[in-house]
């Protein structure tokens, strides 16, 4: 799979530019034993922070960038990586991770900084449901979970499981 995973990574492909998609963005620590890419986090010892761009409709990954240090922010992961790429996207849903980024819609908070939960909270808390699901499944291959993956090895892992996953997908 080693070899694999730089032509899978190139299948993904650039973002389509339908606008009016309703894409989620979300992030995800995949552990790595690189001292060198990977930081300590709070789930695992060594890890990476790998944003995750899915379509909601089709659980369709759109885009996968460059894995960050597993302690940084997801906030600041997104705004070097994804806003960057994604300038003419109309904003993204995200979850609490996001909260204060004018590029990503996130739940609703009133005026003591609580969330709103209301009917739209709802709705909310389901669209975001679906990158988790997303995520979930990226995770089940053996290739992210095993921690050997090395310097840009780690962002062609996670784009080709991506790719497999749209394929996976498109087969009926």
Same mark, same amino acid.
């Given at each position: 799979? %080693?070899? +694999?995973? $730089?032509? +899978? ?11 009016? $998609?309703?894409? *989620? ?20 010892? @060594?890890?990476? #922070? ?22 940084? #922010? ?14 003419? @996207? ?29 009917? %739209? ?10 990158? $988790? @699901? ?8 053996? *290739? +992210? ?6 310097? $840009? ?10 790719? +497999? @996953? ?7």
């Amino acid at each position: 799979m %080693t070899r +694999l995973a $730089e032509p +899978l990574a190139e299948l993904l492909g650039p973002p389509p530019t339908d606008r009016r $998609e309703l894409w *989620i963005v979300d992030a995800t620590l995949i552990p790595v034993h690189d001292q060198q890419r990977a930081a300590k986090s709070k789930n695992y010892r @060594h890890s990476v #922070n790998a944003q995750i761009l899915c379509r909601a409709r089709h659980r369709r990954v759109v885009a996968v960038k460059d894995a960050w240090p597993g302690n940084r #922010n997801d906030n600041v992961v997104f705004r070097e990586t994804l806003q960057k790429t994604l300038p003419d @996207h109309p904003r993204p849903s995200g979850d609490g991770g996001y909260r204060g980024r004018d590029r990503i819609r996130t739940p609703r908070r009133g005026l003591d900084g609580r969330l709103i939960k209301d009917r %739209t909270y709802r709705r909310f808390r389901k669209r975001c449901a679906v990158a $988790e @699901h997303t995520i979930a499944r990226l995770k089940d291959h053996q *290739i +992210l979970r095993q921690r050997r993956r090395r310097g $840009e090895a780690v962002n062609h892992a996670v784009a080709g499981v991506a790719a +497999l @996953h749209n394929l996976k997908i498109d087969i009926p």
